[in-house]
C-alpha cells in the first residue's frame, strides 16, 4: 500500500485535540505584588511584556528571575507564583517594594477534548523561555512582540487577535522544545525517529485500515519484536493501543456532526459491525457514542440558538 510519508502527523493530533489558547489576564503590576494562577488543571503560561519579576516553584528554595521577553509554560499545571521579590508575602522575610512597573500577560493552553493528551504527556513540568533564547529565532521574536503590543492596544478585537497568535505561540514552543530537548518522550520522541514516524503518519492517514502489528512493523522497516518493543519504549503504549485511541479520536470529532450515523462512522474507523465499534468507544472513551452525539447536537442547538438571540 502506498501512503505520503509527508503528513504532518504533530498538526493532526493538536487539530484533532482541539487546540486553543486564551489569555485572561493582561496586567501592570508594582510595588508588593505574587500571582498565582496555577490549580485551573490547564496548561498555563505567562509572557513578561516589560520589566522583571520572581518565579517560585513547589520543592525549590531559589526563585527564578525573570525578565521582559521571557515566556514560560507549564503544561501540567505544576504549582507557582510570580511576584515582585525574593520571598513571598507570608514567608520567611519581608517583599521588597519597587516601583518599577511589570507587565504580564498570562493565559493557558486548552484542548476541547477531555482525556489524557498525548502532545502534554511528552511534555516537561516547565518549559522556560529566556528572551535571548527567544531572540535566536525571528519567527518566534517577532510573533512574542506582536502578542504583547496587541495585548497593550486595547484596540477592538484585541483579545481574539491575541488568543489566535497564543495558537501559533504553543507550537513554536514545541518546536523549540523538540529540538533543543536532550532526550524526548512519549508522542514527541516517536515524532523525533523516522522509523516510527512512517508508522504514526500510516496510522493518521489510514485510521481505519485494517492494521495489524505485522503491517505496522512493515511501515517502519523493523522486525516485529524489534518494532513492538521500540514503540512501547518511545510512546508509552503498543502500537494497537495508540491505533485504538487514535480511532476513538477521529470518531469523537465525527460524531459531532449529526448528519454521519454511527454505522458509517464505525466504517470509517475500522470496525465491521457497529455493536463492535459502540464497545470500543465506550471502554477507551468513558463513555457510549450515543452520549457524544447528543452532546454534538445540543452543542449546535445551542450556537445557532445564540446566532439568533445574540
Same mark, same amino acid.
Given at each position: 500500500m502506498a501512503l505520503s510519508t509527508d503528513v504532518d502527523v504533530l498538526s493532526e493530533v493538536l487539530g484533532a485535540f482541539r487546540l486553543g489558547? =486564551?489569555?485572561?489576564?493582561?496586567?501592570?503590576?508594582?510595588?508588593?505584588? =505574587?500571582?498565582n494562577t496555577s490549580g485551573h488543571h490547564r496548561a498555563t503560561f505567562h509572557v513578561l511584556g516589560s520589566g522583571a519579576c520572581w518565579l517560585h516553584l513547589e520543592g525549590q528554595e531559589a526563585p527564578l528571575p525573570l525578565r521582559d521577553g521571557d515566556v514560560v509554560v507549564f503544561p501540567h499545571d505544576a504549582w507557582h507564583v510570580l511576584s515582585n521579590g525574593e520571598c513571598l508575602k507570608g514567608g520567611a522575610g519581608v517583599p521588597v517594594y519597587t516601583s518599577d512597573a511589570t507587565t504580564m500577560?498570562? +493565559?493557558?493552553?486548552?484542548? +476541547?477534548?477531555? +482525556?489524557?493528551?498525548?502532545?502534554?504527556?511528552?511534555?516537561? $513540568? @516547565?518549559?522556560?523561555?529566556? &528572551?535571548?533564547?527567544?531572540?535566536?529565532?525571528?519567527?518566534?521574536?517577532?510573533?512574542?512582540r506582536m502578542i504583547i503590543n496587541e495585548a497593550a492596544s486595547g484596540r477592538s478585537g484585541h483579545q481574539a487577535v491575541v488568543d489566535k497568535l497564543c495558537d501559533v505561540l504553543f507550537v513554536m514552543i514545541l518546536r523549540i522544545y523538540i529540538d533543543s530537548a536532550p532526550e524526548l518522550q512519549g508522542l514527541l520522541a516517536a515524532l523525533s525517529d523516522?522509523?516510527?514516524? &512512517?508508522?504514526?503518519?500510516?496510522? /493518521? =492517514?489510514?485510521? +481505519?485500515?485494517?492494521?495489524?502489528?505485522?503491517?505496522?512493523?512493515?511501515?517502519?522497516? @523493523?522486525?516485529?519484536?524489534?518494532?513492538?518493543?521500540?514503540?512501547? $519504549?518511545r510512546v508509552g503504549t503498543t502500537?494497537? $493501543?495508540?491505533?485504538?485511541?487514535?480511532? @476513538? $479520536?477521529?470518531?469523537?470529532?465525527?460524531?459531532?456532526?449529526? /448528519?454521519r450515523s454511527v454505522a458509517e462512522i464505525a466504517g470509517r474507523v475500522g470496525y465491521d459491525t457497529e455493536a463492535a465499534f459502540r464497545r470500543a468507544y465506550r471502554r477507551i472513551k468513558g463513555v457510549p457514542p450515543g452520549a457524544v452525539r447528543r452532546g454534538g447536537v445540543k452543542q449546535v442547538v445551542t450556537e445557532a440558538l445564540s446566532s439568533i438571540f445574540k
Open positions: 489558547a =486564551q489569555v485572561f489576564k493582561h496586567d501592570e503590576y508594582c510595588g508588593v505584588w =505574587q500571582v500577560l498570562c +493565559g493557558y493552553f486548552d484542548f +476541547g477534548v477531555d +482525556g489524557p493528551n498525548p502532545v502534554l504527556q511528552a511534555l516537561p $513540568q @516547565m518549559i522556560l523561555l529566556r &528572551r535571548e533564547e527567544i531572540a535566536e529565532t525571528a519567527a518566534l521574536e517577532s510573533l512574542v523516522p522509523r516510527l514516524q &512512517r508508522v504514526l503518519s500510516a496510522i /493518521h =492517514q489510514q485510521p +481505519g485500515h485494517p492494521w495489524r502489528l505485522e503491517s505496522l512493523a512493515a511501515e517502519a522497516g @523493523m522486525s516485529r519484536t524489534l518494532f513492538a518493543n521500540t514503540f512501547r $519504549q502500537p494497537l $493501543q495508540y491505533l485504538a485511541e487514535w480511532r @476513538m $479520536q477521529v470518531a469523537a470529532e465525527l460524531l459531532r456532526d449529526p /448528519h
